[in-house]
């Protein structure tokens, strides 16, 4: 093969990966841009400094995100903000046994679909413990999902105000369940936890009789 051959080889090469990244970046540009306003409607709603969404809302924000991760499949936020949508429709829909726990198993499912591509952040594993709870699982082994998804959680995110408060509700809950490490843990978190999130985690406990056994 002579040199200009070979070197227009090369640069059709170089132009079909230059394609590529600007093709790739697009889909992730087009991605982030159709769920800008979710994301900041979700973060609002999540700190509670805006009303939560009305079934309408609810459905154009998850139709929103479906739309984006038909885009980028690979965006763990976008998983973890539908198993948000989803476990938020089931704390609305808790008078209907049946809408309450396919919305949790839904929520469960984004959840673990995040874990996925992001196996260390500690929010989807504190939810799907918390959904695994209020499906009323019952965890059996110590192996269990319940305790493998709060175990992680803990591991990874122990010090974020949100996953302490998720796994206060579900280690205040089970109290009688926990193991010794687990218990240790969990008043170790709670003791050590800044003040202006520390006063929730102590109500979490008082609503379920075990505040004795935290430090004032």
């Known amino acids: 093969m002579n040199k200009p051959l070979i070197q227009r080889a090369l640069a059709g090469a170089l132009l ?10 697009g889909r992730a540009a087009w991605a ?8 900041y409607n979700i973060s609002q709603w999540q700190a509670g400094k805006a009303a939560l969404p009305s079934i309408a809302v609810w459905g154009d924000a998850r139709n929103t995100l479906v739309q984006a991760l038909a885009v980028t499949p690979d ?12 476990a938020l429709r089931a704390v609305s829909a808790k008078d209907i046994p049946e809408l309450h726990q396919a919305m949790l198993a839904q929520a469960q499912e984004y959840y673990r679909a995040a874990t996925r591509l ?5 929010y989807p594993w504190a939810n799907i413990a918390l959904a695994s709870h209020y499906q009323g699982e019952d965890p059996g082994e110590a192996g269990a999902p319940l305790w493998d998804a709060y175990d992680r959680a803990m591991a990874y995110g ?5 996953v302490q408060a998720m796994l206060a509700e579900v280690g205040f809950a089970r109290w009688g369940e926990l193991t010794e490490p687990r218990r240790s843990q969990l008043l170790a978190m709670v003791n050590q936890a800044l003040p202006h999130s520390k006063q929730q985690l102590l109500e979490i406990a ?3 009789g075990h505040a004795a056994l935290l430090q004032p």
Do not use: C
């Not at 079909?16 to 970046?25: D, Q, T, Y």
């Not at 965006?75 to 989803?86: A, F, S, V, W």
């Not at 992001?118 to 500690?122: A, G, I, L």
């Open 16 to 25: 079909l990966g230059a394609i590529s990244a600007v093709w790739v970046a």
């Open 32 to 39: 982030d841009m159709l769920q800008l306003s979710v994301r």
């Open 75 to 86: 965006d763990p936020q976008i998983y973890e903000n539908l198993g948000y949508l989803y």
């Open 118 to 122: 992001r196996p260390m952040s500690p």
């Open 158 to 162: 122990q010090r974020e105000p949100a």
């Open 206 to 208: 008082r609503r379920n």
